[in-house]
């Protein structure tokens, strides 16, 4: 297993480090790739370039690449997907979700449940849209099984 990590927006693979070097300690092989900025569509080639495909790729990534990385496992077959602080919407416009791709994410075993976890910090700006996040989550598992 390897998992490949793509940055934030306004990032880039150094900032990773931190992640790269906890799955590292744990021992799980992990690197992060630099995206090009701005088009997440864009991204995707660059991102399955580095984590090639298939069941023992864990994609991932921190806001703008986790987004790159749910919509590479698409095409790229990955074994699962980490995402921290995945954006679910572009800034100022919470009525336009970004969530519509994970359905056509690849499911590898059909009897298998699907969980969604969520983990808010106690000081979180986002924290208003946790309750829209949960709803979505909620509907979206029940595709799911």
Not at 36 to 45: D, S, Y
Not at 74 to 99: C, K, M, N, W
Not at 105 to 131: F, K, T
Request: charged share 20%; hydrophobic share 45%.
């Amino acid at each position: 297993m390897r998992v490949v990590l793509g940055h934030g927006a306004s990032g880039n693979a150094a900032s990773m480090k931190p992640y790269v070097v906890g799955f590292k300690r744990r021992g799980i092989e992990a690197v992060a790739v630099d995206l090009p900025k701005g088009n997440a569509e864009r991204a995707i080639p660059v991102f399955i370039k580095t984590s090639g495909r298939g069941h023992d790729v864990i994609g991932g990534g921190q806001s703008f690449g986790g987004r790159v990385a749910s919509m590479a496992a698409i095409e790229a077959d990955f074994g699962g997907l980490v995402l921290f602080s995945y954006p679910l919407h572009r800034p100022g416009f919470t009525d336009q979700l970004r969530t519509e791709h994970l359905r056509s994410i690849p499911i590898v075993d059909p009897a298998a449940v699907h969980q969604i976890g969520l983990v808010v910090p106690p000081r979180e700006p986002m924290a208003p849209l946790v309750s829209a996040l949960i709803g979505e989550a909620i509907q979206l598992a029940k595709t799911l099984l």
